[in-house]
T-cell receptor, first 114, second 114 residues
Framework: DSGVTQTPKHLITATGQRVTLRCSPR?????VYWYQQSLDQGLQFLIQ???????AKGNILERFSAQQFPDLHSELNLSSLELGDSALYFC?????????????FGEGSWLTVV | GQQLNQSPQSMFIQEGEDVSMNCTSS?????WLWYKQEPGEGPVLLIALYKAGELTSNGRLTAQFGITRKDSFLNISASIPSDVGIYFCAGQLSGEGAGNMLTFGGGTRLMVKP
C-alpha cells in the first residue's frame, strides 16, 4: 500500500460525458502528479501540483483539467470524453517538488469510455 | 517531446535465468529510475540513479546510469516467478518548468516459467 488513495477504481461512461477522478496523497505529501497509462501511449505525465499551485504541465488535453485543494487532495476532470480517453489514470504524490525516489503511485482509476 | 526507447518489449524466460533490459533517450536526464508494475497496481520504484556512471544494486537487481546520461540498464539475476510484471524505466529532468515529471519508457513485460 503506497498510501496514495484513488477513487473510483473503475468507471464506465459514455462518450461526451464528464467524469471526475479523485486522489488523496500520502500524509504530509504536498505534490500531486497525474499520469495516464494507455496501450498505445504508455505512461504519460499529465500535470503536477505543489501545495495547491500548478507546477508542471505535460501532455494534458484541453478537455482535461485538474486542481489541488487546500486539504491537498486533487481532482482530475475529464470532459467531452472520447473512446480514446479510455485508460488507467494514476495519481502519485511526493513530499516536495524534487526527489524522484520519493514519488509514490496510487493503484489507479480505470476509465472505460463506451 | 522526449522519448525513452525501452527494450526488449517482452521477455519469456526460465526461472533461474538472468534478465537484462535497457533504455535509451534522445535527451539527457538528471535521474534515471526503474519501476515494476504488477496487475492492478501502480508502478513501484525499484532503483533510483542520480549520477552518470552510477551502478546501484537492490538485492538481485542491478541498474546503471549511462555515462552519456542518455541511457540506463537493469539486470535481474537468478529470476524467480514473482519477478513477473512490467518493468519501466523513467527519466527525470528537474528544473524550472520541468517540475518533477517523469518520462517513462514503453515497458518490458517479463514472464518467468517455473
Amino acid at each position: 500500500d503506497s498510501g496514495v488513495t484513488q477513487t473510483p477504481k473503475h468507471l464506465i461512461t459514455a462518450t461526451g460525458q464528464r467524469v471526475t477522478l479523485r486522489c488523496s496523497p500520502r500524509s504530509g505529501d504536498l505534490s500531486v502528479y497525474w499520469y495516464q497509462q494507455s496501450l498505445d501511449q504508455g505512461l504519460q505525465f499529465l500535470i503536477q501540483y505543489y501545495n495547491g499551485e500548478e507546477r508542471a504541465k505535460g501532455n494534458i488535453l484541453e478537455r482535461f483539467s485538474a486542481q489541488q485543494f487546500p486539504d491537498l487532495h486533487s481532482e482530475l476532470n475529464l470532459s467531452s470524453l472520447e473512446l480514446g480517453d479510455s485508460a488507467l489514470y494514476f495519481c502519485a504524490s511526493s513530499p516536495y517538488p524534487g526527489g524522484a525516489n520519493t514519488i509514490y503511485f496510487g493503484e489507479g482509476s480505470w476509465l472505460t469510455v463506451v | 517531446g522526449q522519448q525513452l526507447n525501452q527494450s526488449p518489449q517482452s521477455m519469456f524466460i526460465q526461472e533461474g535465468e538472468d534478465v537484462s533490459m535497457n533504455c535509451t533517450s534522445s535527451s539527457i536526464f538528471n535521474t534515471w529510475l526503474w519501476y515494476k508494475q504488477e496487475p492492478g497496481e501502480g508502478p513501484v520504484l525499484l532503483i533510483a540513479l542520480y549520477k552518470a556512471g552510477e551502478l546501484t544494486s537492490n538485492g538481485r537487481l542491478t541498474a546503471q546510469f549511462g555515462i552519456t546520461r542518455k541511457d540506463s540498464f537493469l539486470n535481474i539475476s537468478a529470476s524467480i516467478p514473482s519477478d513477473v510484471g512490467i518493468y519501466f524505466c523513467a527519466g527525470q529532468l528537474s528544473g524550472e518548468g520541468a517540475g518533477n515529471m517523469l518520462t517513462f519508457g514503453g515497458g518490458t513485460r517479463l514472464m518467468v516459467k517455473p
